[in-house]
Antibody, heavy 115, light 107 residues
Framework: QVQLQQWGAGLLKPSETLSLSCAVY????????WSWIRQPPGKGLEWIGE???????NYNPSLKSRVTISLDTSKNHFSLKLSSVTAADTAVYYC?????????WGQGTLVTVSS | DIQMTQSPSSLSASVGDRVTITCRAS??????LNWYQQKPGKAPKVLIYATSSLQSGVPSRFSGTGSGTDFTLTISSLQPEDFATYYC?????????FGQGTKVEIK
């Protein structure tokens, strides 16, 4: 059973960098893909990207130039950085993991971008 | 990117009704289609993976069918706890896109 607990700043100004981390309890890093997904208020789910134990990453092309997802197995956590944020990046951000589907989710962090 | 289109966007139904939600992919995704249920303020929860496999602990009133580009999620007899928003997601390729969601409301 995997548990994910995420943390990070919830209020940012435009042009700042969003930084979130997700602690992993249980499970093996080699078994899963480690993902970030976001959901703007009142809207649907958007897949941001994923990383694997091998270090390979896949990003949504719409965000690729601004996104970095990294895995730190020594600290049992993975992270999301999104640069140059705007109001359009306001959303609940979820860390998540699974093999061919997502079966474990973090609790979600509301990130608001406002001047 | 593979586009996922769900229909309808919302529906009203009564307890006991049979409900069907469809999801269409812009290209073939074989059977790499998952369904999630999301309730307000909560993270999504997987119901069905690989088109038709029921996740452990999910009631058998939920079922999924399809292949290629066309998929359906069926709730055989809607229960009060099933009022929620449902999303399909393809896991065939990256980006692993979601449908826009179907909100199931009480009639």
């Amino acid at each position: 059973q995997v548990q994910l607990q995420q943390w990070g700043a919830g209020l940012l100004k435009p042009s700042e960098t969003l930084s979130l981390s997700c602690a992993v309890y249980g499970g093996s890093f080699s078994d899963y893909s480690w993902s970030w997904i976001r959901q703007p208020p009142g809207k649907g789910l958007e897949w941001i990207g994923e990383t694997s134990h091998s270090g390979g990453t896949n990003y949504n092309p719409s965000l690729k130039s601004r996104v970095t997802i990294s895995l730190d197995t020594s600290k049992n956590h993975f992270s999301l950085k999104l640069s140059s944020v705007t109001a359009a990046d306001t959303a609940v951000y979820y860390c998540a993991t699974g093999m061919i589907y997502i079966d474990y989710w973090g609790q979600g962090t509301l990130v608001t971008v406002s001047s | 990117d593979i586009q996922m289109t769900q229909s309808p966007s919302s529906l009203s139904a009564s307890v006991g009704d049979r409900v069907t939600i469809t999801c269409r992919a812009s290209q073939s995704i074989s059977s790499y289609l998952n369904w999630y249920q999301q309730k307000p303020g909560k993270a999504p929860k997987v119901l069905i993976y690989a088109t038709s496999s029921l996740q452990s602990g999910v009631p058998s009133r939920f079922s999924g069918t399809g292949s290629g580009t066309d998929f359906t999620l069926t709730i055989s007899s809607l229960q009060p706890e099933d009022f929620a928003t449902y999303y399909c997601q393809q896991s065939y390729s990256t980006p692993r896109t979601f449908g826009q969601g179907t909100k199931v409301e009480i009639k």
